[in-house]
């Protein structure tokens, strides 16, 4: 996710593909656009490898492209939205090349299937998460006239073997995806439908993946998965062995498995669930200087009944309990969070549970976002969407303000420090100047001077904003 307070997360971000080196000009091109989780933009990776592997090479620019495939996400009513305004652009692409074949991934068209080909006519193509190794036949049906349709989810595919294509040539971090689907039934959410049951991935398919991204010159990985403290190989839901001939492996040792790849390889992992986050993943990111100390541990509320509602089986001591046991175990650990204002029957008192609960922990960062009511979820059957937007829309600001002030603390007290930085590029506002991250994910912005991405430097805070640290490189700590 990116780091903006807003309330919107899904980002629009073109995916930039390179036409790879190795097809003739005249093969097909492939054009990809994400939307939404850091998820679907790993998968777009895999698409992209996918088809590469049938003849098609990709293209940054979608008026060249045959195929254009469009990755979308279901989280919040506007997320959808702005896809179907996006598919209605292409649509009249179409009119003018009627050839071009435009096709649906991801979570919408999971939800929507066939939908969107029948009564919106939209797209000719739509392939669901778990359906994406038969993407080149479906465009092939598409060629011969017809409609394509793949939304079957699966209970295995982790897509184990596909090595992605990296959609940011030369770039410096990496997602690496290590299980699918999710088994949580948090009542505001529609990722469950979309993704499918939850599965682990191969733990050596995994560190693979890190070695050859950490020879390609990649320095930070991204392990991704919607809850990733349930990550288990060959464990079953109850702890138990599956085959006694395999090795088991739980979140924390895939960790350690992946830190041990390289030193200068720096582990991040994306999300942790407060239900299920244990004390052993804590204890390996002290253990390890490559591991970051950065948690994103969404809250969602700070309110117990609400968060029962929510069903996400924790209460707002449990969540307090964990943080302590963050500051308790790393305590250098910055922690971002997701809340959500005016779930289905939130009053003023709960409301403020949220507002106290971010001045007990004081998060470095957090994603706010309004209730959005999606179709076939708990929550849609059991509660009315019953706050008012305008007081939505209020309680998002209230509590929008408050985490700016909290930004703003959190970065002033890193003023004087010098922390390790890894560069990720050119800032975005000035070329004289370099972007990178410290340990806790906070950008930190500082003079050029002769340094280039991939580089670790060592650099004293000396000013910041509410998102951003700005310094100069030091020799050493
Ligand atoms: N698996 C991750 C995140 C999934 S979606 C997790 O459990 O944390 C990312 C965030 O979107 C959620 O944490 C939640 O804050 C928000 N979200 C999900 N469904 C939503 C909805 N219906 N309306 C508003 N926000 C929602
Ligand atoms: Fe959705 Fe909850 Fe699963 Fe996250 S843990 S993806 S919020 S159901
Ligand atoms: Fe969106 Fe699907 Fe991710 S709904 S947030 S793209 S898992």
């Not at 307090?320 to 922690?335: E, G, S, T, Y």
């Not at 994603?367 to 937007?389: G, H, I, N």
Request: proline share 3%.
């Amino acid at each position: 996710m990116e780091n903006k307070v807003i309330d919107e997360s899904v980002q629009g971000s073109a995916v930039m593909l390179k036409t790879e080196t190795s097809f003739v000009s005249d093969s097909k091109k492939l054009y990809v656009e994400s939307y939404g989780c850091q998820m679907n933009f790993s998968d777009s990776e895999v698409v992209a490898s996918i088809m590469n592997a049938n003849g098609y090479a990709t293209t940054r620019n979608v008026d060249e492209a045959d195929v254009v495939l469009i990755n979308t996400c279901s989280i919040r009513e506007n997320a959808e939205l702005r896809v179907r305004n996006r598919l209605t652009e292409f649509k009249s692409k179409k009119a003018k090349k009627p050839d071009l074949v435009i096709g649906i991934l991801g979570c919408m068209a999971e939800r929507l299937k066939k939908s969107l080909l029948e009564e919106e006519q939209l797209v000719d193509l739509v392939a669901g998460p778990d359906a994406y190794r038969d993407l080149p036949n479906l465009v092939e049906e598409v060629g011969t006239g017809q409609k394509a349709v793949n939304v079957l989810l699966s209970r295995d595919e982790t897509y184990a073997d596909i090595s992605p294509v990296r959609l940011d040539q030369g770039g410096i971090s990496a997602f690496v995806t290590i299980m699918r689907g999710c088994d949580n039934m948090c009542s505001f959410c529609v990722v469950p439908f979309t993704r499918g049951r939850e599965r682990s991935r191969d733990p050596e398919t995994i560190v693979e993946e890190c070695k050859v991204l950490f020879e390609q010159g990649y320095r930070e990985v991204t392990l991704l998965g919607q809850n990733v403290d349930s990550y288990r190989w060959n464990l079953s839901s109850k702890g138990e062995i599956k085959d006694p001939n395999r090795p088991t492996v739980n979140f924390a040792q895939l960790m350690e498995k992946v830190a041990l790849v390289s030193p200068a390889l720096r582990i991040r992992f994306s999300t942790s669930h407060p239900k299920d986050m244990t004390d052993d993943v804590l204890e390996m990111m002290a253990k390890y200087e490559n591991i970051c100390s950065y948690i994103h541990l969404p809250v969602q509320s700070g309110s117990t009944s609400v968060l029962e509602r929510m069903n996400r089986s924790y209460t707002r001591e449990w969540y307090l309990d964990r943080i302590n046991a963050i500051r308790r175990i790393v305590p250098d650990c910055a922690i971002s969070t997701d809340i959500i204002t005016g779930f289905c029957g939130e009053t003023e008192e709960e409301h403020t549970d949220t507002l106290t609960i971010m001045d007990e922990v004081a998060f470095d960062f957090a994603y706010m976002f309004k209730y959005s009511e999606r179709p076939k979820t708990l929550a849609e059957r059991r509660f009315d969407d019953d706050v008012p937007e305008e007081i939505k829309t209020r309680r998002l600001n209230e509590i929008i303000a408050k985490q700016l002030q909290h930004s703003l603390t959190s970065n002033k007290n890193q003023i004087g420090q010098v922390q390790k930085i890894l560069i990720e590029g050119n800032s975005k506002r000035s070329e004289a100047h370099l972007s990178g991250r410290n340990s806790q994910n906070a950008v930190v912005v500082f003079p050029k001077e002769h340094y280039q991405k991939g580089d670790y430097v060592f650099v004293k805070i000396e000013d910041c904003t509410s998102a951003t640290l700005m310094g100069k490189v030091v020799e050493s700590i």
